[in-house]
């Protein structure tokens, strides 16, 4: 398998702009997880999905953010309006329950935001 | 409410010496536990777990973690440290509902 797949791997864009991340897990994968990483708060996990269907988005900063996995082989994580404090790398994980509680880690997405 | 605590922001070590990272942890019922790598520009690896068994895990590179359930701590050894396992290491617990609480990170850097 060729892993978690992450798109694009770097994204500049403006103030304002809409920025759109996707993730493609691990076939077979049930659970499906987005994280943010930046110096200043390090990992945090912005919300996860089970079976397609979001567990628990208490970590999304905001309503600009909002994620989607409209199928068990996709999810984007939207981000409308942008702000340079959302300049950070964003990581895409899944795994799957039985199979030993991994997490598989995507390479992940820099964003930055000017 | 679970957490999971890295004391120390660095650790630093000399190529051949052992090394440590430690990690405690705050759980309600048994803990599943686990060590991640990240390399520069990279994602997290999986490196080793502890869900139930023998107290001392053996995971990959040579590494290994003990369990200990008095202390609450799973901390992450290696016997005989290399340059090329300068990165960061992150601690994890699998709380309740699978959700994942990493903690803040351990810059190791091995000095040749």
């Known amino acids: 398998d060729a892993g978690v797949i992450q798109s694009p791997r770097h994204e500049v864009t403006e103030m304002g702009q809409e920025v759109t991340l996707r993730c493609k897990p691990i076939?077979?994968?049930?659970?499906l997880f987005w994280y943010r990483q930046t110096m200043m708060r390090g990992l945090e996990l912005l919300i996860y999905?089970?079976?397609?269907?979001?567990?628990?988005d208490s970590g999304m900063p905001e309503d600009r953010f909002s994620a989607k996995m409209p199928n068990a082989s996709f999810s984007t994580l939207k981000i409308q309006p942008s702000e340079p404090r959302d300049s950070a790398v964003y990581f895409c994980?899944?795994?799957?329950?039985?199979?030993?509680?991994?997490?598989?880690f995507g390479a992940g997405t820099r964003l930055s935001v000017l | 409410a679970q957490s999971v605590a890295q004391p120390e922001d660095q650790v630093n070590v000399a190529e051949g010496n052992p090394l440590t990272v430690k990690c405690t942890y705050s759980?309600?019922?048994?803990?599943?536990l686990f060590w991640y790598v990240q390399y520069p520009n990279r994602g997290l690896q999986f490196l080793l777990k502890y869900i139930t068994g023998d107290n001392l895990v053996k995971g990959s590179y040579g590494f290994e973690a003990e369990f200990n359930k008095s202390q609450t701590s799973f901390h992450l050894k290696k016997p005989s440290a290399l340059v090329s396992d300068s990165a960061l290491y992150f601690c994890a617990v699998r709380g309740s509902n699978y959700k994942y609480i990493f903690g803040t990170g351990t810059r190791l850097k091995v000095l040749a």
């Open positions: 999905f089970n079976n397609n269907v979001p567990i628990d």
């Open positions: 759980v309600s019922g048994n803990p599943y």
């Open positions: 076939s077979g994968h049930d659970y």
């Open positions: 994980a899944s795994s799957l329950r039985g199979g030993g509680n991994i997490q598989y």
